[in-house]
């Protein structure tokens, strides 16, 4: 017989957790750190081959200020929110108003509507690529903002309308019945009872959304060519051919890229664990 192992008391347990968790936050945060100590160095040491040694002088506001002076990043960050914000806004609003349809009404296509949604998020956006460019290019949105956010919005509809129906349908029908009973209109039930209590998840969709498009790298290469209409992921790359080995300016963009993701999700902290634990306990 084997023999039963031996189990830790639950403050033994908690106690060797806890002090493995600055281990692991160490080397979770280890790749930024070293970005972040790259783009703090002075040109002289990246010239000079010090790239991962202790810094000989700190150049901190020279290079985040030359990454500005230097190149488009401004207007490289300005088309990331000018394609972003309105992404977001057009895809969970359609995304509300379709998972409201398919998680109240009981309709004959309603279960193949759904299927078709859920299965529009398993097709390889890469096998895409082809048509899509074309298709921007025949309607004059390719090399265009506007290109960008309408077909960013199309792709995460689906994934949107998914994840609002789930939570849609989670709700007590029994609230949406009684403002029927009592003759409240439906346009007045979805923005007054459904909206308020599923704020939560919007504002966990909301942050998803605005993580993925503005990371996004791969159609921000499909759909652009020139300078004019790039986002920052993009524009980085455009960064590294221009600054050639000055790797410690394109740190300092790469830096200033991910900067509004972590903003935004710290700003909707709240709202976005209790959109991702709605539903968990009932």
Not at 147 to 153: D, P, V
Not at 182 to 210: C, D, H, N, Q, T
Request: with cysteine; aromatic share 14%.
């Amino acid at each position: 017989m084997f023999p039963r192992p031996i189990e830790k008391s639950a403050p033994a347990a908690r106690a060797a957790y806890q002090s493995l968790l600055p281990v692991a936050l160490i080397v979770w945060l280890l790749p930024l750190l070293a970005i972040f100590m790259t783009s703090i160095r002075s040109a002289k040491d990246i010239n000079s081959g010090n790239v991962f040694g202790w810094p000989s002088e700190f150049a901190l506001i020279e290079n985040y200020t030359a990454v500005f002076t230097q190149s488009a990043a401004a207007q490289y960050m300005l088309n990331s929110v000018l394609i972003t914000v309105p992404t977001v806004i057009l895809s969970v609003a359609l995304a509300c108003l379709a998972g409201y349809a398919l998680a109240i009404y009981r309709f004959r296509v309603a279960l193949p509507l759904f299927f078709l949604f859920v299965a529009g998020n398993f097709i390889p956006f890469q096998i895409l690529m082809v048509p899509v460019r074309d298709l921007s290019v025949r309607t004059g949105l390719y090399d265009t903002i506007a290109g960008q956010f309408l077909f960013h919005a199309a792709f995460q509809t689906g994934f949107c309308t998914l994840f609002m129906r789930n939570f849609i349908k989670a709700l007590p029908f029994d609230l949406i019945e009684s403002a029927r009973i009592e003759g409240v209109k439906e346009w007045k039930i979805f923005w007054y009872v459904v909206l308020p209590l599923v704020r939560p998840a919007i504002a966990a969709l909301s942050v998803l959304i605005f993580t993925f498009v503005w990371n996004d790298f791969f159609w921000a290469n499909v759909l652009t060519q020139g300078e004019s209409a790039k986002p920052i992921t993009a524009g980085v790359r455009a960064l590294n051919g221009q600054f050639v080995n000055n790797w410690h300016l394109v740190s300092a963009a790469s830096l200033l890229a991910a900067l509004p993701p972590v903003v935004c999700f710290f700003l909707m902290q709240r709202h976005f664990i209790a959109g991702l634990t709605m539903g968990a306990v009932k």
